[in-house]
């Protein structure tokens, strides 16, 4: 929520609005006083990375009274305040519309009473309402995502890993509970993350005998030699009939009928806490409130602000209010089916993909006719979401009928003829580790397509799935390329993007771009706090990305960035120039002499000329020891650490869309007089799949090689996250003077106010203004 009030504040500022903060929500809208704040720029620094919301938020039964809301509406009309930004849950926005559609009588009835003048009863004939969602529990009809449901997803990924640990030493079952009334999105999400034995969330039951079925699930999974056994169930969570099903009930249901040794955990409130998730810092919902209030009309029914298809999209609050109200009627009505169609889209695919990798009463017991043998490979660098992604494939694939073969060390270790036949055991526990577990490198194989053709051969490989970066993409290319001469290629062939530097066509989201932009959040984070301590730091920070801006532009916009230099817009002279002087501005205004640090994030092949510490160089020599600069090279942090939820989630959803399409594309493009069981040579078997929107899409090569792909700077010609970078800029207070500057006289440099105030920065903490030498001025291209 911090984060979205800081990118409302300054947006508001930067269109020349005047934002106002009301502590402790409705309660501080109904009380008035120093409850409603004006607020400055500097009001939300550092609200970036403080978890809950720093204004406040309160239940208020007297707003739930038309007297609390004439009281609110009189607050605001004194204020001069037209328009409101709502961030919270249904109820909270329901709320909001509900005082936008009293709103002319609430002020007419002030008018009549004198609380109001005549002229504040024409200025303010209407109120604006925008709503932003803040719920951790995701059930908000109208966005795939709501702001705080991922940080929560981290809190509780974070605590069952720990209590995996526990549960693998004692060889334990656990059985946690995670939030969620009324939603099991967290408990369905964390499920998979985590990799859960067994699920209960409100949409989808279990079964009437549910009791036998998890005794038996459980019991066949430790027969097969797993030591930690864990449950996942949601608050809310409930049998067909509607009853609760508790966790206590649970566990003493595991210890009496399958003699496990079992625990329950409470994860409680700590899911709400922490600090926000690089994915959770809702900056851009932020500005398109403010644009939203900008851009409404009497007439334009109050817009809820959400993400759809990865876009920031805005529809009529009340129609997300009256779907999410539906959900809850469905389960009522015991209707489940209904109930997971209005969910979103994701939410139903990643249930079922849950239900195909996790272990039923029984696993096929031989292949079928129709099954296939996939390879499966790391190529590239290494990336987090690797190893969670061939878990998923290869027990979907064992689901499935087919028999999965690890392929070790990329193509190399497949030329060497390493390869071994996978079972299920094989991945368990692989969804938290990062890295690759089989071995990756970048190796492409464009001298030995005979050899790579002969072990394929040789171990009767039907289809081929490569997981990795641009690496991976090319080689698919290639393989694609030589059919004609190699008939072991004419098989299905999908590349799965695994690359943080999120830079392979066909994809919004590579595995593992999530995993490192929280480590660079992180880092900034932890950089600044650094930067702060000393005061007056500049911290020129170098993250990887290769020939691709994403990590910098999107991480900067997180980390709260200054500038932000990527290979797409270069580094020039000018540009140096020109953010130098913008941060001699920062730190240079009477507001700011005890000024947070500052963080500049530059890609590592920005330009082979202004390297990293050419930038800090240059910014501490023109500063003239107004500021000092720094450098912190995050090097190959961003590529290992623990897969972030988002990451393990994603592996999971796209690695069995993958072995359904090379199934799919096995039976369906193997001409029927074939003499090999598989044989296509059709340009639609070779391709890559991705998140495009909200859609899992599986795309041709030949077609993203012709349309998408910049093989000079190794990324795609179109990337969705490029107008981004004008934010940081927005946010870095590009070109924005506050009022309270120009009375200072502090918006332009060349006034000798401001000069008098850089020199007060500069020797205060050492010297009397009034004992400073004119040498130690000159020598700092001041005079006195």
């Known amino acids: 929520m911090n984060a979205a009030v800081r990118a409302i504040v300054r947006v508001a500022i930067s269109e020349g609005c005047e934002p106002y903060g009301i502590i402790d929500g409705y309660q501080g809208l109904v009380e008035g006083g120093d409850n409603i704040r004006p607020f400055a720029w500097n009001d939300v620094r550092g609200y970036l990375n403080i978890g809950g919301t720093s204004i406040g938020t309160a239940r208020c039964k007297e707003f739930r009274e038309r007297q609390g809301r004439l009281d609110a509406a009189y607050n605001l009309v004194e204020r001069g305040i037209d ?52 719920s951790i529990d995701n059930d ?52 998979i993350a985590i990799g859960a034995d067994f699920l209960f969330v409100p949409e989808r039951p279990p079964p009437k005998d549910w009791e036998d079925v998890i005794c038996k699930t459980l019991v066949e999974n430790r027969r097969m030699g797993k030591r930690k056994l864990i449950v996942i169930v949601a608050e809310g969570a409930i049998d067909s009939d509607l009853n609760p099903i508790k966790p206590d009930h649970i566990k003493d249901v595991l210890t009496t009928k399958a003699g496990l040794d079992t625990r329950v955990t409470t994860l409680g409130h700590i899911q709400r806490g922490g600090v926000p998730a690089a994915f959770d810092r809702a900056t851009m919902q932020g ?19 959400g993400i759809n298809a990865n876009k920031i999209t805005s529809r009529p609050l009340m129609e997300a209010v009256k779907q999410t109200h539906q959900v809850a009627e469905a389960i009522e009505k015991k209707d489940f089916e209904q109930a997971m169609n209005l969910r979103d889209s994701e939410f139903a695919t990643s ?80 969804q938290v580790r990062g890295g690759s577990e089989l071995g990756t490198n970048r190796f492409q194989p464009d001298d030995d397509f005979g050899l790579v053709a002969y072990q394929m051969q040789r171990f009767n490989l039907q289809a081929l799935m490569i997981i990795g970066g641009f690496e ?32 392979v066509p066909g994809t919004d989201y590579s595995l593992g771009c999530d995993t490192a932009m929280n480590v660079i959040v992180e880092s900034c984070d932890r950089i600044k706090q650094s930067a702060t301590a000393s005061r007056r730091r500049v911290f020129v920070v170098e993250v990887q990305g290769g020939e691709c801006g994403y990590l910098a532009t999107m991480a900067g916009l997180a980390a709260g960035a200054t500038c932000v230099y990527t290979p ?109 069981a598989v044989y296509t040579t059709s340009e639609a078997s070779a391709a890559v799949v991705g998140t495009r929107s909200s859609h899992v899409v599986c795309t041709p090569i030949t077609q993203l090689w012709a349309t998408d792909t910049d093989c000079a700077h190794r990324r795609a010609i179109h990337q969705w996250w490029r107008p981004v970078n004008k934010l940081v800029r927005v946010f870095a207070k590009y070109g924005i003077v506050e009022a309270h500057e120009e009375k200072a006289g502090a918006s332009c440099l060349s006034t000798a106010q401001a000069v008098e105030d850089v020199a007060e920065d500069l020797f205060v903490e050492e010297h009397d203004p009034s004992e400073i030498r004119e040498s130690e001025l000159e020598n700092r291209g001041w005079s006195r």
């Open 351 to 430: 249930h079922a993909a849950y239900e195909a990798i996790t272990l039923s009463s029984s696993l096929p017991q031989t292949q079928s006719d129709e099954g296939l043998r996939i390879g499966i490979m790391h190529v590239g660098a290494p990336a987090a979401g690797l190893s969670a992604a061939t878990r998923a494939a290869v027990r979907f694939s064992i689901k499935q009928g087919h028999r999965p073969f690890a392929i070790y060390n990329g193509f190399r270790g497949l030329m060497r003829g390493e390869v071994k036949e996978f079972g299920w055991m094989d991945v368990d526990g692989w």
């Open 568 to 676: 797409e817009d270069g580094i020039s002279l000018a540009r140096i120039q020109s953010d130098v002087q913008h941060l001699i501005r920062l730190y240079s205004l009477r507001g700011n002499k005890g000024r947070q640090g500052t963080i500049v994030l530059r890609t590592e092949a920005a330009s082979s000329t202004y390297t990293t510490n050419v930038l800090a160089d240059i910014f501490k020599e023109e500063a003239h020891n107004l500021f000092d600069a720094r450098t912190a090279i995050l090097g190959h942090l961003q590529q290992g650490g623990t897969p972030s939820p988002l990451d393990r989630i994603r592996a999971t959803n796209l690695a069995v869309r993958c072995i359904d399409w090379l199934a799919r594309m096995a039976r369906e493009e193997t001409p029927a007089h074939s003499p090999y």
């Open 472 to 503: 991976a993409y090319t080689a698919l290319h290639a393989l694609q390329q030589q059919r004609p001469h190699y008939p072991a290629f004419c098989i299905p062939m999908i590349h799965l993007p695994a690359t943080l530097s999120n830079n």
């Open 83 to 134: 328009s409101l930004v709502v961030i919270g849950g249904d109820g909270s926005l329901t709320g909001a519309d509900i005082l936008r559609d009293e709103w002319p009588g609430l002020i007419e009835e002030l008018h009549k009473a004198g609380r109001i003048t005549s002229e504040h009863l024409e200025r303010h004939r209407h109120l604006t309402i925008v709503g932003l969602v803040g």
């Open 287 to 305: 500005v398109e409130a403010v644009r939203a209030v900008l851009h409404s009309t009497p007439n334009t029914p109050s817009p809820m602000i």
């Open 140 to 191: 908000m009809a109208g966005t795939d995502i709501t702001i705080g449901a991922i940080s929560c997803l981290h809190r509780i990924c974070e605590a069952v890993d720990s209590i995996a640990s526990t549960a693998t030493s004692h060889s334990r079952a656990f059985v946690v509970e995670v939030m969620g009334r009324h939603c099991g999105w967290l408990a369905l999400m964390a499920g």
